[in-house]
T-cell receptor
Framework: ETGVTQSPTHLIKTRGQQVTLRCSSQ?????VSWYQQALGQGPQFIFQ???????GRGNFPPRFSGLQFPNYSSELNVNALELDDSALYLC????????????????FGEGSRLTVL | DAKTTQPPSMDCAEGRAANLPCNHS???????VYWYRQIHSQGPQYIIH???NNETNEMASLIITEDRKSSTLILPHATLRDTAVYYC??????????????FGQGTRLTINP
């Protein structure tokens, strides 16, 4: 167990709908990242939040957006869902800046599996 | 971040050492080699990382070649629970920049009884 919890674990939406996924980071971690993992592929970086602001983004369109709250928990919002958005969405937390001597590892949750019909 | 190349799949007998190779020929001087694994239906799990020296922890050993263009992850006594997809990732030091990881396809390691 990493201490990173995500909800819901599974959900089904239809094309054009909107979805919100939630993540509680590990205690003491101030940075949250989101990843999309399509079936049979490695996770792809969506974006990262630090101090409630997005401070790094991958190659995803603006309909993917997020929030980070003062308690460092986070939400991922996806608007106008498309069939290709079907994937496992992973949240990861870490501390930034890291202390020297930290492994720099990210702690991942078990993900939210989204199916778009 | 430098790109990595891994074999798509490998098999290993239970109790034997599993040696997983990774090529990262474009790695730059300030980039580390990280290994994560993903057991079915779970999130990726950190295993080990290194810069240029060989590293060992309770989970595995990491051997990095002198020119740093390739590395090998060693699971010394593989068990059935080590069956997973193993990802080799090259990234900048964690104190610099965003916490982005670039995952490739990884190696699907199957431990056979």
């Amino acid at each position: 167990e990493t201490g990173v919890t995500q909800s819901p674990t599974h959900l089904i939406k239809t094309r054009g709908q909107q979805v919100t996924l939630r993540c509680s980071s590990q205690s003491g971690h101030n940075t949250v990242s989101w990843y999309q993992q399509a079936l049979g592929q490695g996770p792809q970086f969506i974006f990262q939040y630090y101090r409630e602001e997005e401070n790094g983004r991958g190659n995803f369109p603006p309909r993917f957006s997020g929030l980070q709250f003062p308690n460092y928990s986070s939400e991922l919002n996806v608007n106008a869902l498309e069939l290709d958005d079907s994937a496992l969405y992973l949240c990861a937390s870490s501390s930034f800046p890291s202390n020297r001597g930290d492994t720099g590892e990210l702690f991942f949750g078990e993900g939210s599996r989204l199916t778009v019909l | 971040d430098a790109k990595t190349t891994q074999p798509p799949s490998m098999d290993c007998a239970e109790g034997r050492a599993a040696n997983l190779p990774c090529n990262h020929s474009t790695i730059s001087g300030n980039e580390y080699v990280y290994w994560y694994r993903q057991i079915h239906s779970q999130g990726p799990q950190y295993i080990i990382h290194g810069l240029k020296n060989n590293e060992t922890n309770e989970m595995a050993s990491l051997i990095i070649t002198e020119d740093r263009k390739s590395s090998t992850l060693i699971l010394p006594h593989a068990t059935l629970r080590d069956t997973a997809v193993y990802y080799c990732i090259v990234r900048r030091a964690p104190i610099q920049g965003a916490q982005k990881l670039v995952f490739g396809q990884g190696t699907r390691l199957t431990i056979n009884p």
